[in-house]
């Protein structure tokens, strides 16, 4: 009965390859995200989108690009990854987007590029 | 520039001391202003919210327009207090988006 399920929840790979991280939510939510938390702790939005389709796009390099098939889904795929993209993502979810509409966050994806 | 700030990256305190979570916010109009919590292995969740005016677990929050700040309280920390603690103003543009200070994170010791 997980609210927003992430997949993997670990993912190791080299330099160059291409990966994908899964996000899905059982909540109903119009609106789902994904974060990215750097090794400081800093947790910054990188993409939005709301009823399939994309409201925020942050400054994130091209290589990472979300993929919304329905609204209980937002997938997050990555191209030619480089060690700087080792972070932990976190998928979250929310009814809307206004003031009383609190994020339900996933359980995150630790990605280690080696 | 938008901008949020959580001062301090550590903050211990023993059990039963009063905690004080800094959070200034620079922001035009008036946000509204959230803090998050995560746990030690749990997922980061909703601590409170000021338009709530509420108190969770102890904790309160209490908007200062003047000094544009957001600092949590709780006058008595317990060991399970023990996480990180982010400040979140909703920036309520064209497109509604929360950012996130840079955490605080309080260790509370016996």
């Known amino acids: 009965d997980t609210a927003v399920s992430q997949t993997p929840k670990y993912l190791v790979t080299q330099m160059g390859n291409d990966k994908s991280i899964k996000c899905e939510q059982n909540?109903?939510?119009?609106?789902m995200y994904w974060y990215k938390q750097d090794s400081k702790k800093f947790l910054k939005i990188m993409f939005s989108y709301n009823n399939k389709e994309l409201i925020i796009n942050e400054t994130v390099p091209n290589r990472f690009s979300p993929k919304s098939p329905d609204k209980a889904h937002l997938n997050l795929h990555i191209n030619s990854l480089e060690l700087g993209d080792s972070a932990v993502y976190f998928c979250?979810?929310?009814?809307?987007?206004?003031?009383?509409?609190?994020?339900?966050f996933g359980n995150g994806t630790r990605l280690t590029v080696t | 520039a938008q901008r949020v700030t959580q001062p301090e990256k550590l903050l211990s305190v023993f059990k039963g001391a009063p905690v004080e979570l800094k959070c200034n916010y620079s922001y035009s109009g008036s946000p509204e202003l959230f803090w998050y919590v995560q746990y030690s292995r749990q997922r980061l969740q909703l601590l409170l919210r000021?338009?709530s005016r509420e108190s969770i677990k102890g904790f309160t929050a209490d908007l200062n327009k003047g000094e544009t700040s957001f600092h949590l309280k709780k006058p008595f920390a317990q060991e399970e207090d023990s996480a990180m603690y982010y400040c979140a103003p909703l920036n309520t543009g064209t497109a509604s988006k929360l950012t996130f200070g840079t955490g605080t994170r309080l260790q509370v010791t016996l």
């Open positions: 909540l109903g939510h119009d609106t």
């Open positions: 979250a979810s929310s009814q809307g987007t206004g003031i009383n509409s609190p994020l339900h």
């Open positions: 000021h338009i």
